[in-house]
């Protein structure tokens, strides 16, 4: 009887191992509900999403701190924030230009003449109103960006019609007091900030 067991366990392969994937599964008890094991199915997805989500918020960082110190002005340009100029160097009359931030800056000396016609201008005659008290802090001294403001060329002090500037890229004029008065330029010369810390000194910016 015992032969015939062994000759029928022989050729039903009775005795083949069969594998055990019980570690490979979700679950590791095949015996259990899914829903008891959710905490440690979810685990390494969770762990996954993390490091993802913190190595992008480093990147973001990086880029953000790179594209700022991109964008700051640069040591010669925060050097020229601020300009100082003697205004004795400076005649009657005369224009003086400096370089600021990059852009040339229009220091004009006017005279008693100048300075009434400028005031005697009819505002409501202008391309861009403004009355010259408007653009002056000093009656004396003009202090305009000297870039034209048709297509930024720089103008020519004490020329044109006006006796101001004149533009020689597309012909527009300007009056002593940097306004706006004949050709394509659509508004005044730029003002920049500026005040007189003592009565012969000028700071621009």
């Not at 050729?11 to 008891?36: G, K, L, M, W």
């Not at 960006?145 to 044109?160: E, M, R, S, Y």
Request: charged share 25%; glycine share 6%; proline share 8%.
């Amino acid at each position: 009887m015992s032969f015939l067991r062994r000759i029928i366990s022989r050729f039903a392969h009775t005795d083949i191992r069969v594998p055990d994937f019980t570690p490979y599964r979700r679950t590791p008890n095949p015996c259990s509900r899914s829903s008891e094991s959710v905490p440690e199915r979810h685990l390494i997805p969770y762990m996954v999403t993390g490091t993802a989500v913190t190595v992008s918020l480093y990147a973001a960082k990086a880029e953000a701190l790179r594209y700022v110190q991109f964008m700051a002005a640069s040591a010669d340009v925060l050097a020229l924030a601020k300009i100082e100029i003697k205004l004795a160097d400076i005649p009657e009359g005369k224009n003086a230009t400096f370089k600021w931030r990059g852009k040339p800056l229009f220091i004009k000396h006017r005279t008693p003449e100048e300075i009434a016609t400028e005031r005697d201008v009819d505002v409501a005659t202008l391309r861009d109103p403004e009355h010259d008290s408007d653009r002056v802090k000093d009656p004396t001294w003009l202090v305009v960006i000297g870039v034209c403001t048709h297509l930024g060329c720089v103008p020519i002090a004490n020329a044109g019609d006006w006796g101001g500037y004149y533009c020689p890229c597309h012909g527009s004029h300007y009056d002593s007091s940097g306004r706006i008065r004949k050709g394509p330029a659509p508004t005044n010369l730029e003002v920049p900030e500026y005040h007189f810390p003592d009565e012969g000194t000028l700071v621009v910016g």
